[in-house]
């Protein structure tokens, strides 16, 4: 077997005249020819089929029973082949949730990058959300300034056994609330008693301190209002720091949180300072999910947006076709199936809500007011407005006649949970400079590369994140290279022609490294401006150059005079080809 070339002796697969060749391992091969020569039939279905057949052959027979059997094609040799990858000039993908970022792993790496390095920041108050460290905390105390008086607490019930106890006037509720009550009393009793076998004898409210060694000493305290364990009082001096140190530990440990509060004096309110080790919002005490691959991902139910289980949008009532004419007004019945006989009454209450919110019934529905638009739309009070009606005839689809009318009003639209990004609203607010995930999915390839060359980054998270950036930033890079610089990574994959579906592939190939390998191509310049041919030259180069053996089936003259061999298949097509 050849070491240095692919053989080919005797090839006769469709119209191949009997021909015999060699192409040298790690150089650009340029296969050319009349339409109908044989280029494809040489390339295609003799070279890259032995590869495949090969590779089949090496697996397990277990495995094999699962794949299609691959014929030997019709040659009498064919030596030194390669692994092989075809790339042809089609787009195959049909996996509606499949993207440009996932296809080239772009997504991949950023889904690792926000889970490292994002900001999660409060839906609430805008707050950034963070765990509290002890160090950090110490630090903090220990800069309130020496000779502060501090009571170090933390609550008496752990958040997971609070109990809310409302007052409410049904019978029923009420001896819900009983029940809970005595559940409290219950656990507080032995909440209390395994805190004093453990050593905490002190119990804290409203800057009162209360020994707790005889039941008679708790009379004093309203445990329907927040009591805290006092861990130790101390005064802030820099070789206090241990005591610190020790006092955040032991509250973490008991309850997730440490609360620092200063001693109370004649006339002042005290200050309170509050630490976690929870995932919080300190402000607002809403919680949240922690960064983490899997809450980036659309593919996953633990990222997915739950509405529309991350395909970006839901089958609903379609806007345009509920109103289709926007120059008709809500009187002229310009919400079309309350127009329709069984549904004549809805448009008089739609007339008469109209009349009590203010909504001019004789304006154009295109030139009503927005708000306006909204309330007909969503509803208010007694009034359900469209959506309610398309929500209660989503109760009825068991009906063949409700099933048949609502598919004359529904249609794709966008997910009115995400907006179509696909993600839950915990990962929406994970951010880098300012951008989450969906944000930079939105970028085109070049504005992406752009975001990701001025990222701005502290120390640290350039050591977390230098690898993964170095990684993205090549990938965006080779895309740019094949002149894909206006795709945007949330484009859908089924969407792309096959040109540049391949081209992707290509991107693709160049980011993974690969050595030792045969690249077999199918017209990769076609519909290409000829400044993009020479960026397409520069990949197949790089690919080669990688240690790649580069079989192109090409007509453009750029792509053969850039090549190292030139095989000319002819003189004709058909019968006067191969």
């Not at 440009?100 to 994002?118: M, N, Q």
């Not at 409060?122 to 300034?145: F, P």
């Not at 208010?380 to 109760?395: C, N």
Request: hydrophobic share 35%; with cysteine; net charge neutral.
């Amino acid at each position: 077997m050849s070491t240095e070339t692919i053989v080919v002796r005797g090839a006769r697969v469709h119209n191949l005249k009997n021909i015999d060749l060699e192409i040298p391992h790690n150089s650009l091969t340029v296969v050319t020819g009349v339409s109908g020569s044989g280029k494809s039939s040489l390339a295609f279905d003799t070279i890259y089929a032995e590869g495949q057949r090969r590779y089949v052959e090496s697996l397990s027979a277990y495995a094999r029973q699962f794949l299609e059997r691959i014929e030997k094609p019709d040659a009498d040799v064919i030596d030194g082949i390669a692994p092989a990858v075809a790339i042809r000039q089609k787009n195959s993908t049909r996996n509606p949730r499949s993207t440009v970022g996932t296809a080239t792993e772009i997504y991949d790496y950023l889904r690792l990058l926000f889970a490292r390095i994002g900001r999660t920041y409060c839906i609430k108050c805008g707050q950034e959300v963070k765990k509290d460290a002890v160090d950090e905390v110490a630090s903090a105390v220990l800069g309130l300034g020496e000779g502060t008086r501090l009571n170090v607490l933390f609550p008496l019930q752990r958040p997971e056994q609070s109990v809310a106890r409302e007052a409410t006037s049904t019978k029923k509720l009420a001896r819900t609330r009983k029940t809970s009550t005595a559940a409290f009393s219950e656990q507080l009793k032995a909440r209390l008693l395994d805190l004093r076998t453990r050593g905490f004898n002190r119990l804290y409210q409203n800057g009162q301190i209360f020994e707790f060694s005889t039941p008679e000493s708790l009379l004093d305290i309203n445990f329907a209002e927040p009591v805290f364990l006092l861990v130790d009082r101390l005064v802030v001096s820099p070789e206090s720091r241990s005591r610190v140190v020790d006092a955040i530990e032991i509250g973490y440990r008991e309850s997730g949180e440490v609360i620092f509060e200063t001693a109370p004096r004649e006339g002042q309110t005290p200050d309170r300072l509050r630490f976690s080790q929870r995932f919080e919002c300190k402000r607002c005490g809403i919680r949240y999910e922690e960064p983490e691959p899997r809450l980036f991902s659309f593919n996953n139910p633990y990222g997915a947006c739950p509405r529309c289980q991350g395909f970006g949008n839901t089958i609903d009532f379609d806007l345009d076709l509920v109103i289709p004419d926007k120059s008709k007004t809500l009187a002229e019945g310009a919400i079309e199936p309350w127009t329709k006989p069984k549904y004549r009454t809805l448009s008089t209450e739609l007339k008469r809500f109209a009349r009590q919110a203010g909504i001019p019934v004789d304006v154009p529905w295109g030139e009503l007011d927005p708000e306006h638009q909204r309330l007909v739309i969503e509803g208010e009070g007694r009034f359900f407005g469209v959506r309610g009606f398309f929500d209660h005839l989503e109760r009825k689809k068991y009906k063949l006649h409700v099933r048949v009318f609502l598919s004359r009003y529904r249609g794709y639209s966008l997910c009115s949970d995400c907006s179509g990004s696909r993600l839950r609203l915990e990962a929406r607010q994970v951010k880098i400079n300012g951008k989450n995930i969906c944000d930079v999915c939105h970028m085109t390839i070049e504005e992406a590369s752009g975001f990701f060359s001025n990222v701005q980054l502290t120390e640290q998270e350039e050591g977390i994140a230098g690898k993964l950036l170095q990684e993205i930033q090549e990938r965006l890079r080779f895309l740019n290279e094949v002149g894909l610089e206006y795709l945007t990574l949330d484009r859908l994959s089924s969407t792309l022609s096959g040109g540049e579906a391949q081209r992707i592939q290509l991107a693709t190939s160049l980011g993974s490294r690969l050595v030792g390998t045969l690249y077999v191509l199918d017209e990769p310049s076609i519909g290409l401006h000829s400044r993009d041919t020479h960026r397409l030259i520069k990949i197949l180069h790089d690919l080669r150059d990688l240690g790649n053996t580069i079989l192109v089936v090409e007509h453009d003259p750029d792509v053969m005079r850039a090549s190292d061999v030139i095989l000319d298949l002819g003189p004709g097509a058909g019968e006067n080809g191969g």
